[in-house]
């Protein structure tokens, strides 16, 4: 699974009477921000650095020219909605041997810490993603990237997680976390992808 930039924009007030609505651009957890379009009847403004905000008074006006607000005027404004914010995704890998699904002795506290975000956040959206990298057969190498997802699958259901909870998935040597020429053994895409939200 690719890292993806996480946008937040947090917006306050429907667009109805005078009231407005205001939109600002904060970092993801990882500090990374995106770019976010806010469109109305009346234009578009586009945030794209952290803590740019803009406004718009309705729906039929333009949004204002982005200004910065403060850490502590995004606090006072927006605290409570980013209180109850869902925490972020929990994402680790577990790097497999050539040609094998065995467990690698690394999968032990990585389960650990999986199990525990699990319980955390109370999840039941769990996805396992197998891969392979792209030495030997296209073919093979889907049927061992699938080994490898139901391995760990396999060692989820062991510590209690329901297979209802499970997404598995497998892609062999299609989706590298490394792009290689063909017949290229890579250990950085011998995985499986775990996500825990």
Same mark, same amino acid.
């Given at each position: 699974?690719?890292?993806?930039?996480?946008?937040?924009?947090?917006?306050?007030?429907?667009?109805?009477?005078?009231?407005?609505?205001?939109?600002?651009?904060?970092?993801?957890?990882?500090?990374?921000?995106?770019?976010?379009?806010?469109?109305?009847?009346?234009?578009?403004?586009?945030?794209?650095?952290?803590?740019?905000?803009?406004?718009?008074?309705?729906?039929?006006?333009? &949004?204002? =020219?982005?200004?910065?607000?403060?850490?502590?005027?995004?606090?006072?404004?927006?605290?409570?909605?980013?209180?109850?914010? &869902?925490?972020?995704?929990?994402?680790?890998?577990?790097?497999? =041997?050539?040609?094998? =699904?065995?467990? &690698?002795?690394?999968?032990?506290?990585?389960?650990?810490?999986?199990?525990?975000?699990?319980?955390?956040?109370?999840?039941?959206?769990?996805?396992?993603?197998?891969?392979?990298?792209? =030495?030997?057969?296209?073919?093979?190498?889907?049927?061992?990237?699938?080994?490898?997802?139901? +391995?760990?699958?396999?060692?989820?259901?062991?510590?209690?997680?329901?297979?209802?909870?499970?997404?598995?998935?497998?892609?062999?040597?299609?989706? &590298?976390?490394?792009? +290689?020429?063909?017949?290229?053994?890579?250990?950085?895409?011998?995985?499986?992808?775990?996500?825990?939200?």
């Amino acid at each position: 699974m690719s890292s993806r930039t996480l946008v937040i924009a947090l917006a306050v007030l429907a667009l109805a009477g005078c009231s407005g609505t205001t939109v600002v651009l904060v970092p993801d957890p990882d500090g990374k921000v995106g770019r976010v379009a806010v469109t109305t009847q009346g234009g578009e403004t586009t945030l794209s650095s952290s803590g740019e905000s803009t406004r718009a008074a309705a729906a039929e006006d333009k &949004p204002e =020219a982005p200004r910065i607000m403060s850490q502590e005027q995004i606090r006072e404004r927006f605290g409570a909605a980013l209180a109850n914010e &869902p925490m972020p995704p929990l994402r680790r890998q577990i790097h497999f =041997a050539t040609g094998s =699904a065995d467990l &690698p002795a690394e999968a032990t506290a990585v389960l650990q810490a999986v199990r525990q975000a699990i319980e955390i956040r109370k999840s039941c959206d769990i996805s396992v993603i197998g891969h392979s990298d792209r =030495a030997g057969d296209d073919r093979l190498n889907r049927e061992l990237s699938l080994k490898r997802a139901n +391995t760990l699958a396999k060692a989820l259901r062991e510590l209690g997680v329901a297979d209802s909870c499970l997404d598995v998935r497998y892609y062999g040597e299609h989706d &590298p976390a490394v792009v +290689t020429a063909d017949g290229v053994a890579e250990p950085r895409n011998r995985r499986v992808e775990l996500e825990i939200r």
